[in-house]
């Protein structure tokens, strides 16, 4: 990114990457010129306030219905002038409209599209929807134009990232990503069977949406990574390792050759890493609190239980297992996600699901959006019908 006003598009707008990312944006207004907002529909007067604060030219909703509703949201805040579009093509079409950087905070397999027509135009893509690199690595990687096109937003990767830079890629003997444990960190399978979503949404650490909350609380979210890493950072399964830090004070480590292990640490807020995905290469002052390494107490580690938490086990057996199974795994968990959340399955359901559909499916690699979307159609209906009845 050059030091001139960059054109920025925001993908997942009232989401919480996407509210934090607009933060920055307005604490840097120098830097940046909102051209684009994506949105789902469901807050369409907090998309309106978004519309009229950064003056955006064009807004699109995936769901068609709540056209009317986010009309009459911008009548009343004035933005009477902003072009409303809805549906899949029309996110696809302002994610591609080539502006200097989009960052993708939208939450599932959906945000696969939208990736590789912000890379497909040009863009520079801050990613923080790990599901479109989970799902469909192959076709995303292959869709930049040119290399270092994807800044990753997640903490963990955007760690490793930052880390990267004391070498080079031959150098690297290991990637740590680190892990906080969840709310359930220590428990057993017998002690879960009642966890409500009131409890899964409970965070110990992190502020974040209720899918990838869930998720965390599974190891899921980490499984997720893992699959991420060996993409983004071009790395085999063998050198990658998962350790569990309840702290959340160092978010991911690279290991050397020569033994060197490098960590980015930092407090637990996610604006560090979007602020940098943002401003990459330069850094700016942030409104993140700062580590006070005299309080923040000991620092602990320890190896993930697989055993109890099978969703981790699922995604790393799928990242070997290559082709389209981590997109099984990436479907499979988010319709079990879905189905938990309106009370329709339990806890432990969601460690089923994932493994039972790893287990179902027999299928090779693929060339295209439409088997990436087949197979991630196939995996959820799977799930509803064994576990939605």
Known sequence: MSQYRNTVVILGSTGSIGTQGLDVISRHPERFTVTGLVAGGAHVRLLAQQVVRHHVPQVAVYDEAAVP????????????????????????????????????????????????????????????????????????????????????????????????????????????????????????????????????????????????????????????????????????????????HPQSIIHSMVEYVDGSVMAQMGAPDMMIPIQYALTWPHRYESPARTLDLLSCGPLTFSQPDTGTFTCLASCIEAAKRGGLYPCVVNGANEEAVSLFLQDKIGYLDLFDAVEAALDHFDLGDYTSVEEVLEADRMARAFVRERYGK
């Open 69 to 244: 509703a986010l009309h009459e949201a911008l009548e009343e805040v004035g933005a009477r002038y902003t072009q409303i579009q809805a549906g899949p093509q029309a996110v696809n079409a302002i994610a591609g409209s080539g502006a200097d950087l989009v960052l993708n905070g939208i939450t599932g397999s959906v945000g696969l599209e939208p990736s590789i027509a912000a890379l497909r135009a040009g863009s520079q893509l801050a990613l923080a929807n790990k599901e479109s690199v989970v799902a469909g690595g192959h076709l995303l990687f292959g869709a930049q134009v040119r290399d270092d096109q994807i800044n990753p937003v997640d903490s963990e990767h955007s760690a490793i990232w930052q880390s990267l830079r004391s070498g080079t890629h031959a150098e690297v003997s290991r990637l740590v990503v680190t892990a906080s444990g969840g709310p359930f960190r220590g428990w057993k399978r017998a002690d879960m069977s009642d966890i409500t979503p009131e409890q899964a949404l409970n965070h110990p650490t992190w502020h974040m949406g209720p899918v990838v909350t869930i998720n965390s609380s599974t190891l899921m979210n980490k499984g997720l990574e893992f699959i991420e890493a060996m993409w983004l950072f071009s790395m085999p399964p063998e050198k990658i390792d998962i350790v569990v």
